[in-house]
């Protein structure tokens, strides 16, 4: 071992000191940063999940007929893009252990299961129909 080479702690080969990844097992030597950069889909998902939660509770019924298609389009779009966002992210924080979000990836999935599930149940009972 020279001096500009260490071993991977992981799986025992030998790396540059400034080597950002191990090329045997991948294992990254990045430093963990001060302040970690907040996944941007997590605060995505928090976004769309919360506008989508706030349909859900709010209901259609009290808007009058013209209201009614945007609010099913909003609801829909807000909720499906929270839910996949959130996973998304966590998918990401889960690569990628330097972001952080994992708590607002699933503050977004939580607020956006609920709508989406109870939009597909009166979806598939409509259907039936
Ligand atoms: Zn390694």
């Keep these: ?22 090329p ?13 950069n907040t996944e941007a889909c997590a605060k995505l998902s928090v976004v769309f999940g919360g506008i989508a939660f706030v349909l859900f509770r709010w209901g259609v019924s009290g808007l009058p007929e013209i209201a009614r298609a945007l609010y099913h389009v909003v609801y829909w779009f807000s909720g499906v893009a ?34 989406v599930a109870f939009g597909v149940y009166l979806f598939t009972t409509l259907w039936r129909h």
């Design 24 to 36: 045997g097992c991948g294992r990254s030597y990045l430093p963990p940063p001060i302040n970690p």
């Design 82 to 115: 929270g839910l996949v966002l959130g996973i998304i992210s966590l998918l990401r924080l889960r690569a990628n252990p330097r972001l952080s979000g994992r708590r607002a990836a699933r503050i977004g999935i939580a607020l956006s299961v609920a709508p």
């Design 1 to 22: 071992m020279s001096a500009q080479e260490k071993k991977c702690p992981r799986c025992g080969l030998l790396i540059g000191l400034n080597a950002v990844r191990c």
